[in-house]
């Protein structure tokens, strides 16, 4: 009589575990519910396999609580799971624990964080000895991540006091997550006013008196921050009105700028035959998977739009995945202008309670479209018919950490699960889904224009080798490009100036004996930044102050090299006073807020350049940008990772297709010192063809992806001499290489040391999937049954980089 259960819980083992399950909760328990279970002390949250009747010989502990009525993944979901587990050789638990979006919905009141301040006095301490301070130890508590809180009352005695006097030295600050949930403590740019109804008679403050003329005077909702750039404290008085009843407040992180809505375009030739082939696809109801192969500027948007509406014409749902750095207000309001309240946007920057309520409303059937970044694959639309991917090569669908699937082949699996048909969007398509439509496994469509035929932007190649023996100078901007910014900015036109990221810093090296600053945890140069005048590991977040002198030979000429962004900033300044320069990069974008702000200024033509890395370089529309500057295309062609040429190529044709989207044409320059590198010469010819078969020879020679399947292995342990016993225990497993393997190393990985831990990898080549597969679970095993901890063995199927 439903007496057992077995759970799959987010711990790094394969199996499930199976609990007893108490009287009052065997008729509600089902496949797919949460349950809380006790597990080695601690209380766990899990997910229900299965109910059932089969009593295990050994006794067994009983379920505490079950969490959800209905089940939270439903079978299909439940299904994808147990796919991605498989595939890409990730515990079941941990797979179903990243598929949840409730999972913050339990967390409540107060949480505390370290600030900058309090991370560098954090780190200092680890040199230090302060183990008996109290206040020094939560600190270091807190360097892991951010608590509530609660749990730190249960830590420490006089928790409350510690961070309080914490939070007065500006180490912590806290979060009121409950807060976060009342409309009245949101902040102001997240919120929409309007006018309920205008008070007859009664006293108010001159301020909010001024904020109901303002409101009467413009009928409709305004966003708050704006408002209170007309209206004197206006946030404060929005407040008082909205708890005397007579203005409403909402949170509507997305809905601002909306506009009104649109009639759909007429579509161009290309785009129709487009649209036919997909809603051709629909209508059969079986699974079925197009590349939407479109340059730069040739109105793939319209046609995801215009499939979207087939599918729910059909009665059917569709989800739309876009690269984490697309989702922004722009975007999401081409979405709610076209399907209103039907939307729901699965962003990041939401909290945990907003995302649960979008969770909702897809369930219940109440959005039929759904649009989101990489997890948002696993919502749970009922009765899908349609997923698109847009930029379908982009790095941001592969997750970082376990289980790192790629969310573009979950939506692949997924779209076959469920008979819906996909469609992978792109102006520079990967090398495997190109291939796979080669081999007809996907339908190819393409878009080989731009709209109202207008012109590809002029590319052209500035050989930075010439530059240097004509003017004598290492300087940043070629001539050329100087004087094509001048241009812009005369006639009141915009660019986007585009660093390539990678090796794009400046460093500190000492100029006697050669010393690169490096972090203390991992191989890695630090970068400094120059704002604050600190060295900056980007792969831990180590931090120091620059030393005064070498570390190592003492020697007082300590020397910065590189150029990074802001040094490219500061020069823009110099050479053009008068222009209104932004920048942005992920160190100093200070947050997705501030990323959209600045890239909704640029948009409204507010700022002249726009400086950035690679995160400007995808998607974004905004036609009055008529030059895109590349300032150094070369960097990432040196690094050790078979997807060099392919990056730089994708990077170069996206930032090219940035400029000229408008009614005016757009020209891009690109500085370089491999003129004659096939990457850089294809993207400079826009030639994704050219491309695609160069780069198909060197993949076939050498065996990787689309012609093998590849996996990277990495070891590591804090000690080296465990990390390299290992790494020669998993090599010598696979020798001699079974049948159809290929395998590289046991070697040093490229970063050998990593947030303080030793690094070696080992890559596997497969000519079959399944081979492949099977050799990864042997050395899963061996792990196990070596009592491995967990983290020492990272896996990585079908990797994107192997740095
Ligand atoms: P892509 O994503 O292919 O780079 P977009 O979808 O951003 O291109 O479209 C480029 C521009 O063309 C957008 O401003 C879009 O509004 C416009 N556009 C798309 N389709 C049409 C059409 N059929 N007629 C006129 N303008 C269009
Ligand atoms: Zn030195
Ligand atoms: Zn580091």
Redesign the pocket.
């Known amino acids: 009589m439903n007496e057992f259960c077995d759970v799959s819980l987010p711990v790094p083992m394969d199996q499930a575990f199976t609990y007893r399950l108490p009287e009052t909760l065997r008729h509600r328990a089902q496949r797919g519910c949460r349950l809380t279970v006790p597990f080695t002390g601690r209380k766990l949250t899990g997910v229900i396999l299965e109910v059932h009747d089969r009593r295990p010989a050994y006794a067994l502990r009983e379920v505490l609580r079950l969490v959800d009525e209905q089940p939270v993944l439903d079978e299909g979901l439940m299904r994808l799971g147990a796919w991605i587990a498989s595939y890409y050789c990730a515990p079941l638990g941990e797979v179903y624990r990243g598929m949840m979006p409730l999972s913050g919905e339990t967390r409540k009141g107060k949480v505390y964080s370290l600030t900058d301040t309090g991370r560098d006095v954090a780190r200092q301490l680890i040199l230090g000895d302060a183990e008996t301070e109290p206040s020094l130890q939560l600190l270091r508590m807190l360097e892991s991540r951010p608590m509530t809180e609660n749990y730190l009352k249960t830590k420490f005695e006089n928790a409350k006091r510690l961070l309080t006097a914490l939070e007065k030295k500006g180490f912590v600050e806290m979060e009121d997550v409950e807060a976060d949930r009342d409309p009245l403590r949101a902040s102001s740019d997240r919120l929409r006013v309007e006018l309920i109804r205008f008070p007859e008679g009664g006293k108010f403050p001159k301020p909010e008196r001024e904020l109901l003329s303002y409101l009467e005077l413009h009928p409709g909702s305004h966003n708050l921050a704006e408002v209170e750039t007309l209206v004197k404290s206006a946030s404060v008085s929005a407040r008082a009105l909205a708890r005397k009843g007579h203005v409403s407040l909402r949170t509507e992180p997305l809905m601002r700028d909306t506009p009104a809505a649109v009639v759909p375009?007429?579509?161009?030739e290309h785009?129709q035959k487009a649209f036919d082939a997909i809603s051709n696809a629909l209508e059969t109801k079986q699974f079925q998977t197009f590349l939407l192969q479109?340059?730069?500027?040739?109105?793939?948007?319209?046609v995801y739009l215009r499939a979207i509406d087939a599918a729910l014409a059909l009665g059917r749902n569709a989800m739309l995945l876009v690269p984490e750095i697309a989702l922004t207000p722009a975007m999401a309001g081409q979405f709610f202008s076209r399907f209103g309240d039907r939307v729901a946007i699965l962003h990041s920057a939401f909290n945990d309670s907003e995302r649960a309520e979008q969770w909702r409303r897809i369930r219940a059937g109440k959005a039929g479209v759904v649009v989101g970044t990489r997890s948002g694959i696993f919502a749970p639309v009922q009765n899908l018919g349609l997923i698109i991917v847009d930029e379908e090569h982009d790095h941001s669908y592969k997750q970082a950490e376990t289980p790192r699937y790629n969310g573009r082949d979950v939506a692949v699996m997924r779209a076959h699960q469920t008979g819906s048909v996909v469609v992978l969007g792109s102006?520079t398509p990967s090398m495997e889904t190109r291939y796979n439509a080669e081999k007809n496994k996907y339908t190819l469509i393409d878009?080989p224009e731009r709209?109202?035929q207008r012109p590809m932007p002029a590319v052209e190649l500035i050989d930075m080798r010439l530059e240097f023996l004509e003017t004598r100078k290492q300087s940043t901007f070629s001539r050329r490009m100087l004087e094509g910014l001048h241009g812009r900015i005369e006639n009141k036109e915009q660019t986007m100036l585009i660093l390539n990221r990678r090796g794009f810093s400046s460093f500190v090296a000492c100029r006697a004996c050669g010393e690169r600053l490096q972090c203390i945890n991992c191989s890695v140069t630090l970068t400094f930044h120059r704002r604050d005048r600190r060295m900056l590991c980007h792969y831990c977040s180590y931090a120091e102050k620059v030393p005064a002198t070498c570390p190592k030979c003492q020697s007082e000429h300590l020397h910065f090299l590189g150029v990074g962004s802001e040094k490219v900033e500061d020069e823009l300044h110099r050479e053009f006073p008068e222009a209104r320069i932004a920048r942005l990069d992920r160190d100093t974008a200070g947050g997705k807020k501030k990323f959209e702000s600045i890239l909704s200024d640029f948009r409204e033509g507010n700022y002249d350049i726009l400086v950035g890395t690679q995160m400007i370089a995808k998607?974004h529309?905004i036609?009055n940008v008529t030059l895109a500057c590349i300032v150094n295309a070369d960097i990432g062609l040196g690094l050790p990772d078979f997807r060099a040429a392919e990056r730089t190529f994708q990077l170069l044709t996206q930032s090219a297709?940035r400029a000229g989207?408008g009614s005016l044409p757009g020209i891009v320059l690109i500085q370089t010192i491999n003129p004659d590198h096939y990457a850089i010469r294809y993207a400079a010819a826009q030639d994704y063809n050219g491309f695609y078969e160069k780069e198909l020879q060197f993949r076939r020679a050498m065996r990787y992806p689309p012609f093998a399947a590849l996996a990277n292995v990495l070891i590591r342990h804090e000690k080296q001499e465990q990390a390299l016993r290992m790494s020669a225990e998993l090599g010598s497993l696979l020798e001699p290489a079974p049948e159809g393997i290929k395998i590289l190393g046991p070697a040093e990985a490229p970063v050998q040391r990593l947030h303080n831990e030793f690094r070696y990898q080992l890559l596997i080549k497969a000519a079959h999937r399944k081979t492949l597969n099977e050799q990864l679970n042997r050395l899963r095993v061996h792990a196990q049954s070596q009592k491995w901890s967990p983290t020492c063995l990272v896996i990585d199927v079908d990797p994107l980089t192997l740095l």
């Open positions: 375009r007429l579509l161009n785009q479109g340059v730069t500027g040739s109105g793939k948007t319209e102006a878009l709209i109202e998607g529309d036609p297709g989207r």
